[in-house]
């Protein structure tokens, strides 16, 4: 017999993201003198150039040194498949810039070769996303929704549970990493209308079961591209009629199944988000996660 659960642990407040959290301004983020690189698709603006990789590749340095800034994150975990699925869970983040609440502003780089890799989703059915890796860092990968009973799976975010079970949901690591950055946990899991907990998001917890499908956990709305975007999203929890299916976090998630037949939704493409769990009938998958990406700006 499980016990009482659960972890709970501090986070950092993400409300206003975008345009400066928590009293973080706005800036144009850090900048070395006159660096010129190559790698990604390159766009400049008059005030900051970004390099956006949403497959391997090499960020080259061919001249200047300074700070850049950084997104990485890795691929989401797959909702689970089939009797109220839970949500997965969104793949782990790290950000250096201006809205980063305690990974500081910027990387320094220096004339080289920065090998980057991209983490790929994970498909439905619970399965965990892949990592992203570079400058010596690693995003974790997001960890699927939990297929058989039991806890749910940890990753970058951890994934939520399934099917009428008291669990507890999976841990978010990416936060506790040598690497640091942003991942929370998985929804808990109540007995109930056979629905699934939702997956971890970048900013915030995986809802638990309540009768309905969990939402997922919220991801992290940052400027790096240079419009607001949300990364990170956990996939939302998978229901049986007449429970409702839990919504992906921050809309980049994939929500949950509404009833008997109908599949998971996948995730947004290139934001790490995890897939929503799938319904009541067996041949119900869960949802995709998405691949990761990686933004350099400087």
């Not at 439905?124 to 974790?140: E, I, R, V, W």
């Not at 799976?153 to 990493?177: A, K, L, V, W």
């Not at 900013?203 to 009768?211: E, L, Q, S, V």
């Not at 299916?245 to 290139?270: I, R």
Request: contains cysteine; negative net charge.
């Amino acid at each position: 017999m499980f016990g009482p659960f659960k972890k709970e642990k501090p986070l950092p407040s993400f409300a206003g993201f975008g345009g400066g959290i928590g009293g973080f301004p706005n800036k144009s983020g850090a900048s070395g003198p006159d660096i010129e690189a190559t790698g990604g698709t390159k766009s400049t603006t008059p005030t900051y150039t970004t390099h956006t990789f949403q497959s391997p590749g090499n960020f080259v340095v061919t001249s200047g040194s300074g700070d850049i800034q950084l997104l990485m994150v890795a691929g989401g975990g797959g909702g689970s498949s089939s009797r109220g699925g839970g949500g997965g869970g969104a793949g782990g983040l790290i950000y250096f810039g201006p809205e980063s609440p305690n990974q500081g502003e910027g990387v320094a780089v220096t004339p080289g070769t920065y090998p980057i890799a991209i983490g790929e989703g994970g498909a439905g059915g619970g399965n965990t996303g892949g990592n992203t890796t570079g400058f010596s860092k690693t995003a974790l990968g997001g960890a699927g929704g939990r297929v058989p009973a039991g806890p749910g799976y940890s990753g970058g975010s951890g994934g939520g549970g399934r099917h009428n079970e008291t669990i507890p949901g999976g841990e978010g690591t990416q936060p506790t990493s040598a690497s640091g950055g942003y991942g929370s946990d998985g929804g808990d899991c109540t007995p109930g209308n056979n629905t699934g907990s939702g997956g971890g998001g970048a900013g915030g917890n995986g809802a638990p079961t309540a009768g309905n499908g969990g939402n997922g956990g919220v991801g992290m709305t940052l400027s790096i591209s240079g419009t607001p975007k949300s990364y990170a999203g956990g996939g939302g929890g998978g229901a049986t009629e007449p429970g409702q299916p839990g919504s992906g976090g921050s809309g980049v998630g994939g929500d949950g199944s509404p009833g008997p037949s109908p599949a998971g939704g996948d995730a947004t493409a290139y934001t790490g988000s995890g897939g929503g769990g799938g319904g009541n009938n067996p041949t119900s998958p869960g949802g995709d996660g998405s691949d990761g990406i990686v933004i350099i700006r400087y």
